[in-house]
């Protein structure tokens, strides 16, 4: 029992550990978008999507507070599941990815 619960705890912090996202880009019309991927789907795919989505969120707030603004969600896209391509088959990972699009505005 006493070995179960810092397992579980490494466990959820090795999959939080493989989440990143590729920044924020300028879209169109006045707004950006930012898309964030959680590798490995180690801790259940409903977890996986929501930190990759929460990863996004917070990356597009971070911007705006850096320009003085707030954030406005203009979309927020469905998260899409897919799989990576390793050397061999049994190398092949899940991954979850996320993205939105959203404005700055005071």
Known sequence: MRLIFPLLSLSLLGGCMWARS????????????VSARSDGASIGRTVERAHAQALAYDEAREFCSSKGTQMFLVEDKRPEIGLSSGKSADQNTEFISASIRFRCAK
């Open 22 to 33: 590729d920044g924020v880009r300028e879209s169109s019309g006045g707004t950006y978008q």
